[in-house]
């Protein structure tokens, strides 16, 4: 079993950054895929990036490649997002998520969820 947390949310002006990290409980963090998703109003749950379980391999949506960083340490069991050069359609709850499949775009791949973190870019 594995809980996630996210934290670091909260509202920045365009162009701005912020930095999400998602703690985890559990002995086995570093063999699990960490994922971050997002969801704005009315639509449906994205891709945003994931890392493997080694940390050496990582994906992003193009919406937010070249901005976004995702990274992990294993030995605080927390995984990151750095969001650079923030738009307001970047403005979503984004969740962190787990799972054993060694990285997906598909929400479906994925085990375990975090709760959501607000972010809200003003233009």
């Known amino acids: 079993q594995v809980q996630l947390v996210e934290s670091g949310g909260g509202l920045v002006q365009a162009g701005g950054s912020l930095r999400l990290s998602c703690a985890a409980s559990?002995?086995?963090?570093?063999?699990?895929?960490m994922g971050w998703f997002r969801q704005a109003p009315g639509k449906e749950r994205e891709f945003v990036a994931f890392?493997?379980?080694?940390?050496?391999?990582?994906s992003y949506a193009d919406s937010v490649k070249g901005r976004f960083t995702i990274s992990r340490d294993n030995a605080k069991n927390t995984v990151y997002l750095q969001m650079n050069s923030l738009k307001p359609e970047d403005t979503a709850v984004y969740y962190c998520s787990a799972g054993t499949m060694g990285g997906s775009y598909y929400p479906q791949m994925y085990d375990y969820w975090g709760q959501g973190t607000q972010v809200t870019v003003s233009s």
């Open positions: 559990g002995r086995t963090f570093s063999s699990y895929a």
């Open positions: 890392i493997r379980w080694s940390g050496g391999s990582t």
